[in-house]
DNA sequence: GCGATAAAGAACGCAAGCGTATACTAATCG
DNA sequence: CGATTAGTATACGCTTGCGTTCTTTATCGC
């Protein structure tokens, strides 16, 4: 006779009181896949930790996806944050902090850390990847290349300065912050590497 | 009677021959574990793997090391790439040109791709991240400093640009050329970077 | 309400990898 | 040379995690 006990994840909390199904349960466990894979990386991922924090069972894991990979395939196209706006603030300086605040903030997101440690794990498919950076990193890379040309426009720019390699600066500066001491990148970060690095790059 | 067959790494090469002992076949096990870490990466290196590399069983390593960490541990002290002598051309350009090639160089190494996927592997200990920062990425860091210490007294280098942040710009810049497609970075590349980006911010 | 469907939860077989133990053999030292 | 030390090779037990299967039970369409 089982003794019905909820084993309920490590949070403790009861499993949505009732059961779900279909849709709802699909949707709660790629949430809870994103989760894992921003907590403990891909490498450490566990089938049975996604349906621990799914609260269900690896059945309803594998009635969905064959095999582990594919539900992380899924779950990245679930979670991948997406672009927002290009912001026009008029001034290239507040467009880089605002562009670069809040690529910043959605590093901090658990759909942004787990997209980081993918990049750096080693045993993710190059599919992976390749979904990474065409939806993430390649838009974004062109708003920054975008700000930067309409700066040039506005004259704020040095022509010469539109380059890919420019444009990369001060995402790369956010990142090395990140791996220095991964504590939150807050605005007066980036306002220093837009004011100290990025902005005397841009100046005629 | 077993049969007295090498099984010999994935090189097929013969075993050495002759049966090698103490401090040389201690030696051989660390370049075999910064190899297998350098090719497969800190979570998916294995202590038989690294035994076979080495050509030998997993009781010499155990009966040196008490478990894999430790190992690894060794082996990242036995290969950290030393710094080098802090360069001195007589410009901030070719000094910095210098500096980030040797730094580029270092990572395509053997030990510097196991270094580089310490870092991204999340299962590794702190303390292996304290020796990595303290002996290799604070050093270099340090050099790039001076380097731009020395432009600054030369009159090259604008005073209010001597910053851990100026600094770190041209290091933020290799690695995420590195991340997005892991080829050689050679000098040329290394070169744009410099001219492009880090010495504009340099110039009074 | 009633049957079909699918979720929850646990058990299982399997493979990989850690760490240990054992038998044998080569190298070194007295 | 003979004894001791240490490396080679292999086998074993143990744990972990994948993917499957089974029973029970809640939910949904009719």
Avoid: N
Wanted: charged share 25%; proline share 7%.
């Amino acid at each position: 006779m089982a003794h019905q006990q909820w084993h309920c994840g490590p949070a403790g909390c009861p499993p949505h009181g009732k059961r779900r199904r279909g849709e709802a349960l699909e949707q709660a466990i790629l949430a809870a896949a994103v989760r894992e894979l921003a907590e403990v990386g891909y490498d450490a991922m566990t089938v049975e930790g996604v349906a621990a924090r799914a609260h269900t069972g690896k059945a309803a894991l594998y009635r969905r996806w064959p095999a582990k990979e594919d539900l992380v395939v899924d779950a990245l196209h679930f979670m991948l944050p997406p672009c927002g706006a290009l912001p026009d603030t008029g001034s290239v300086r507040d467009d880089l902090v605002e562009l670069l605040s809040a690529m910043a903030a959605t590093i901090r997101t658990p759909a942004g850390t787990a997209m980081q440690r993918m990049l750096g794990s080693q045993r993710c498919a190059p599919e992976i990847l390749e979904t990474v950076h065409g939806k993430v990193i390649g838009p974004r890379r062109e708003m920054l290349l975008e700000a930067l040309r309409r700066g040039a426009q506005r004259g704020e720019v040095r022509p010469d300065a539109v380059t890919v390699l420019v444009a990369q600066v001060g995402s790369a500066m956010i990142l090395q912050h990140l791996a220095d001491d991964d504590r939150p990148v807050d605005r007066r970060v980036v306002e220093e590497i837009v004011d100290q690095v990025v902005m005397p790059l841009l100046r005629p």
